[in-house]
């Protein structure tokens, strides 16, 4: 599956594109998506169908959705007259994903995700509805670190508590850099997620406003940050608000666990704490 078989199109630098060419990281990487028969599977950058000749037969139904206008034509030519499978040529980011999947039982989704879009598209496949079951992901080896970080560590970010907040996350395994054509200049790790039932209860919105304004002022304490951080445009009692919710005012950012911050965006929108927001 290199990018120098006859006939096939040059990898594009603009699209980020890097083809996992290692077999024994493509099966195992099937085996974390754990496919079953009544699962519509939605695969993300497919590339030369590099994962999808394991998913194809092994679901009720395969969404290969490739920005590449080169690379879906071959992807239809490979598995165009199947009638369980769609091919969807598109940018992952503007098409409404949701659309592709719409009645099915369950959802996985599989991606080897280019890593100057990684944060979005993470958060788009999480924002699915219905919700996706599992979610594997082939990203950066920093980005998994820091998607599946823990409170207190420098890598727990506002990116650990937005995906920790909707998802069980999960680091599977480190994949080295000569496992892909071309070579990346970094090495890259496959993580899971699975989203949690209570996750349509959590407000986005607020809790990435939130998650920003604090780890843009990671050294500060968290009475500061909610006084002073303009984003947040909160006019209450900072400290009496934190002391309700079991928060020492004093806390930075990184000590906070997923669920804290969670509760903490809810008061904050609901205006609790002696004030409302301007």
């Not at 349509?200 to 998650?211: F, G, N």
Request: contains cysteine.
């Amino acid at each position: 599956m290199t990018s120098g078989q006859a006939g096939r199109p040059r990898p594009k630098r603009a699209l980020g594109q890097n083809f996992l060419v290692d077999p024994n990281i493509q099966r195992k990487i099937v085996r974390e998506l754990d496919p079953q028969p009544a699962d519509v599977v939605l695969e993300v950058g497919p590339g030369h169908g590099e994962l999808s000749q394991y998913l194809v037969g092994c679901c009720r139904r395969l969404v290969l959705i490739e920005k590449d206008r080169d690379l879906a034509g071959e992807l239809r030519g490979r598995w165009g007259d199947r009638p369980d499978v769609d091919v969807v040529e598109g940018d992952a980011l503007r098409l409404g994903l949701p659309d592709f999947v719409r009645g099915a039982a369950a959802v996985r989704v599989v991606s080897n995700v280019p890593y100057n879009i990684t944060s979005p598209l993470v958060f788009a496949f999480l924002e699915l509805d219905p919700s996706a079951v599992r979610i594997v992901l082939t990203v950066q080896r920093e980005v998994a670190e820091r998607i599946v970080a823990p409170p207190g560590i420098k890598a727990y970010g506002a990116l650990s508590v937005g995906v920790q907040a909707l998802a069980d996350a999960s680091l599977a395994f480190r994949v080295g850099r000569q496992a892909f054509r071309p070579v990346p200049s970094v090495d890259s790790a496959v993580v899971r997620l699975e989203p949690r039932p209570d996750a349509a209860d959590v407000d986005r919105a607020a809790l990435r406003t939130l998650t920003r304004a604090c780890f843009n002022r990671r050294r500060k304490q968290l009475q500061k940050t909610l006084r002073t951080a303009p984003e947040l445009t909160f006019a209450g009692d900072a400290a009496a608000l934190l002391r309700r919710l079991s928060i020492d005012p004093a806390v930075r950012p990184e000590a906070l666990d997923p669920p804290t911050f969670v509760r903490l965006a809810a008061a904050l929108q609901a205006g609790q704490g002696g004030g409302a927001p301007r």
